[in-house]
């Protein structure tokens, strides 16, 4: 298997922008909106709020009422022509203070709306070291591999503000400078926090990721490929949360050898676990936008294979029409004469297709439909229409 490039999103015309956005088949994010496709729970980083903070800096609590919270500036990053300087006092609402924490407080306010009267404040429990963390952490103007390399040494740091800080910053980054960066990572650590139960769940797909983009040559992928295998087949507890993530970071590493494991594992049995089924489909979603071209071809079969589910079938249908592979309308053809009039969404699903597919073929199998079933293209089509392009 070749090294991973990341790539584009592919485009689509106007029109079948549309017909995708009316059958709800939005394309992923672009490879700049997010580092980690994988990531879940994705919240404001400490730099995104000082970018957009009028007070950033750190403070002491000197006394609490039952109104107020009277602080005193130790240091400030930032600060409003005319505010209160270091060494002075400040107050702010008691309504916005944790219930634990002080008493050192890192103080972040945003000047008030025109609809306001005071300012919006938030604090977070602090200390020296927080604090000198988000010092020195690289503005938002730095370039991303720079500013991941800083946060890169704070993964999974005792202080647990730190690492779920660090953690946001790789997960909104963009995608090329997170692959960019992985193979600076140690890969004996990354296995450790996979293998913790301490780590947090929601971390490990990124970890798995980053495992994966960081093998540079066929001996490390080989060694990456093995140890997710083993993650996939041994599903620890509380592991089944992040399972769409390992399932994409292995197939990154094993490449097409992989897909056919999973085809044997998971798809080769008539009956299969829907929510593996669900996590697989999610994982060949983000390796089509992201991964090397040599997948798709087993991504497809795959995605074909999933058609004989009924728990994840009409999604695969989308996955389908999305990658626009239109070697798939035998299989949907096939679908359609095995599907009773009491299926109407799945039956729709198809029309959806079928509308979207540019062969002879299609367009026949729609006469037919409309002569068999008067309305139901109609009803598909107009609802298409009627919807402006995908954003």
């Keep these: 298997m070749q090294p991973f490039r990341p790539r584009s999103k592919r485009s689509f015309s106007p029109g079948v922008m549309a017909m995708l956005g009316a059958l709800g088949l939005l394309l992923a994010q672009a490879a700049s909106a997010q580092g ?149 990572l140690p890969p004996e650590k990354l296995r450790q926090w996979i293998l913790d139960p301490e780590v947090i769940q929601a971390r490990k797909g990124l970890y798995a990721l980053l495992l994966a983009l960081g093998a540079q040559d066929a001996a490390q992928r080989e060694q990456a490929a093995g140890f997710l295998q083993r993650i996939l087949v041994e599903q620890p507890d509380g592991f089944r949360s992040g399972l769409d993530g390992f399932i994409g970071a292995y197939l990154l590493a094993a490449g097409p050898a992989g897909l056919q494991w999973v085809r044997r594992r998971w798809l080769a049995a008539p009956e299969s676990d829907p929510g593996i089924q669900r996590h697989l489909l999610r994982a060949l979603e983000v390796l089509h936008q992201y991964g090397p071209r040599e997948l798709r071809p087993g991504m497809a079969l795959c995605a074909q294979r999933l058609l004989d589910y009924p728990a994840v079938r009409t999604e695969a249908i989308r996955t389908l029409a999305r990658w626009q592979h239109w070697d798939s309308l035998p299989r949907l053809l096939a679908l359609w004469e095995k599907t009773g009039r009491d299926d109407a969404r799945l039956r729709r699903w198809i ?41």
Excluded: M
């Design 36 to 184: 980690c496709p994988f990531c879940s729970a994705l919240k404001p980083t400490l730099a995104q709020k000082q970018n957009e903070a009028a007070w950033v800096g750190l403070a002491q609590e000197v006394e609490r009422t039952p109104a107020e919270l009277l602080l005193r500036w130790l240091h400030q990053l930032k600060k409003p022509k005319g505010a209160s300087a270091t060494g002075e006092n400040f107050a702010v609402p008691r309504r916005v203070v944790p219930a634990r924490g002080g008493p050192l407080w890192i103080v972040l306010g945003w000047k008030p709306a025109p609809e306001e009267n005071t300012p919006r404040w938030e604090l977070i429990p602090g200390d020296e070291l927080l604090y000198g963390y988000l010092v020195r952490a690289p503005g938002l103007r730095t370039p991303w591999p720079k500013r991941l390399r800083y946060f890169a040494r704070f993964l999974e740091h005792p202080n647990p503000l730190v690492a779920e800080d660090a953690y946001q910053e790789f997960a909104h980054a963009p995608y090329e400078a997170v692959a960019q960066v992985a193979p600076q």
């Design 351 to 391: 029309v959806g297709y079928l509308l979207l597919c540019p062969r002879p073929q299609a367009r026949r199998k729609l006469e037919q439909i409309r002569k068999q079933h008067p309305g139901l293209v109609e009803q598909v089509q107009r609802g298409l229409l009627l919807l402006p392009p995908a954003q």
